[in-house]
């Protein structure tokens, strides 16, 4: 097992299956429109919107490029998204540095 991908995704085990649960059923939604996403339990226990309400959604608008639709879901989309993939960029390159040392 050498290819630094494959090392990563097996260290990082949770967070690839909840991140590719989250990534492929919100492909399956835009495309199809199956809606297979988790509920929020927030709504659900208490009866109003969380902050995370509408991320799925705004995430699946800003595949199909319709900017307006994903702030108008939740305006905290563009915030997460850049933060994120910065977060997962970070974390693979010190995953590199750490075992091809």
């Not at 909840?18 to 996403?37: H, M, N, Q």
Request: aromatic share 16%; proline share 4%; glycine share 4%.
């Amino acid at each position: 097992m050498s290819n630094p991908v494959i090392k990563y995704i097996v260290s990082n085990k949770i967070i690839v299956i909840v991140g590719a649960y989250f990534f492929l059923s919100a492909i399956l939604k835009a495309t199809t429109e199956i809606d297979v996403c988790i509920p929020c339990l927030w709504k659900a226990i208490f009866g109003f919107h969380c902050p995370g309400c509408g991320l799925t959604t705004a995430f699946i608008s800003l595949m199909e490029l319709d900017f307006r639709k994903a702030f108008e879901s939740n305006q905290l989309i563009f915030i997460i998204m850049p933060f994120g993939l910065y977060y997962l960029t970070q974390d693979y390159v010190e995953h590199r540095r750490k075992y091809n040392a």
